[in-house]
């Protein structure tokens, strides 16, 4: 089947690939462009390990079609860290062992950031909320939303 | 295998399009693309439409029209439509509510179709290129409509006269034990002169329970009052039994949170 273009920024870099078309943006991302920190956990909206912010927006990337993301800015996590130096919501992960096994962080940090660009102090609520569509079957989800809690207090005396 | 996405910036071209077997319309592709995923290959090729109109919200005069393509946390967070955040909020997580649509909501099997149940309480009418519908003829022969729903109309319910209630297991997300909207009017003496009453997860898609709706009409909103709508508010349901719920169980507490609902 003949190929077609797809062209988005991905963490502000320019991206070009021939693409099959109906590939998912999941697939596009790992096996085209080799962005792997999205995951295919599921691959049917239900664990969240894929999501990616587009164009500002939290997003499934397995259920997004790579081509619907045309002209698209899109954020994940790989993008996050600047000049080797974590971002407060990566630092705050390691610090409050919010992650075992990894496989969901790059998602659940998806959807801090989506929560935290939108809302810079969340109550306890708001972070449960924020996390309510990912799964994490290692940590018990208290030690990630005290990360995003702590990730949130130490932006705001950065900003004050 | 791939699959051709053709996209057409005419509702009219998408529609020409959707008439080749196996092309399936692509909304927000929470269902649509999750099939394709997990291996249905009925599936062979989607087809969208970019036109403007499919992802406009437009609320004059008490009427309201949203667009096919418009999402769920774009109608949550729309200040004209507040009293619907409520059923556009109980649809998934986050990341689904930034993709699924109207559009699609109204082709979801049980056991979702959440917001499809507030449309039904609303008594809305669906458009597409082939003219309006009422929403339960709509629903009662969605399978054999192929043509691309373009909106949902429907008038604004008078302030606190629309009620909605999901009830999940998964806090603050999960898929519906059942849902429960209701659009009351009540006389200056407080009786309830019209009540529409829908009920989702209680079948294979959204319906309304019109047994309790007519229970419900002359009588007053306190416990004595609701009771005769509680006790045929099962009537005429023939919900599933599935991973959430057993068809038993939505029987059973259905009286219960619909009273709640009524008296909350
Ligand atoms: C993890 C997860 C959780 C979910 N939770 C809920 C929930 O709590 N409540 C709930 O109600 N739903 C839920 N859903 C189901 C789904 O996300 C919603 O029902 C959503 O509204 C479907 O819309 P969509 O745009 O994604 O549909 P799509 O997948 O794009 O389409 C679904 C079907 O409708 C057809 N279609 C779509 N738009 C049109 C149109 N304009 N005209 C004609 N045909 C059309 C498609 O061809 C397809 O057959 C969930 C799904 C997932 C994956
Ligand atoms: S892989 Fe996308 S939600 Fe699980
Ligand atoms: S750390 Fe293993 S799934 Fe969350």
């Known amino acids: 089947m003949a190929k077609v273009p797809v062209q988005f920024t991905l963490n502000g870099a320019e991206k070009a690939e021939f693409i099959d078309s109906g590939t998912t943006l999941l697939n596009a991302l790992r096996d085209k462009i080799g962005d792997t920190s999205p995951k295919g956990g599921c691959h049917q909206g239900t664990c969240g390990a894929c999501s990616v912010i587009i164009d500002g927006e939290l997003r499934l990337s397995c259920l997004t079609l790579a081509e619907t993301c045309n002209g698209a800015a899109i954020t994940t996590t790989s993008g996050l860290s600047e000049g080797g130096v974590l971002h407060p919501l990566q630092r705050a992960f390691l610090d409050a062992f919010a992650t075992q096994c990894g496989f969901c962080t790059p998602g659940m940090i998806m959807a801090a950031k989506v929560l935290l660009d939108h809302t810079p102090s969340p109550s306890r609520e708001d972070v449960v909320e924020a996390l309510s569509g990912n799964i994490c079957r290692c940590t018990g989800y208290e030690p990630i939303i005290q990360a995003v809690l702590t990730a949130a207090r130490s932006n705001s005396q950065h900003a004050a | 295998m791939a699959l051709a996405l053709q996209t057409f910036s005419t509702v009219k071209d998408a529609n020409a399009a959707l008439k080749a077997a196996g092309t399936r319309y692509l909304g927000g592709g929470t269902l649509v693309v999750r099939a394709v995923n997990e291996g249905d290959v009925s599936v062979s090729g989607f087809v969208r439409s970019t036109e403007p109109s499919l992802s406009a919200i437009a609320v004059s005069g008490g009427k309201v029209r949203i667009g096919a393509s418009v999402t769920m946390a774009a109608i949550a967070r729309?200040?004209?439509?507040?009293?619907?955040?409520?059923?556009?909020?109980?649809?998934?997580?986050?990341?689904?509510?930034?993709?699924?649509?109207?559009?699609?909501?109204?082709?979801?099997?049980?056991?979702?179709?959440?917001?499809?149940?507030a449309l039904l309480a609303l008594d809305a009418t669906v458009s597409s290129d082939s003219g309006e519908l009422p929403i339960e003829t709509f629903l009662a022969t969605r399978e054999s409509n192929h043509a691309i729903v373009t909106a949902v109309g429907f008038s604004l319910p008078v302030e606190g006269g629309f009620r909605f209630l999901k009830v999940s297991r998964v806090k603050p997300k999960g898929v519906s034990v059942l849902s429960v909207a209701t659009v009351l009017e009540q006389a200056p003496d407080g009786t309830v002169s019209s009540a529409r009453i829908a009920l989702g997860c209680m079948a294979d898609r959204p319906m309304r329970a019109r047994a309790a709706e007519k229970a419900l009409a002359g009588r007053t909103l306190t416990s004595d009052g609701i009771a005769p709508a509680l006790a045929v508010a099962s009537d005429g349901t023939s919900p599933a039994t599935d991973p959430i719920a057993s068809a038993w169980y939505r029987t059973q507490v259905l009286p219960v949170h619909l009273g709640r609902l009524l008296l909350g």
């Open chain 2, 78 to 117: 729309h200040p004209d439509l507040a009293p619907l955040a409520r059923a556009a909020r109980a649809v998934g997580g986050p990341a689904i509510r930034n993709m699924a649509t109207v559009g699609g909501n109204l082709f979801a099997p049980a056991p979702y179709g959440d917001f499809t149940v």
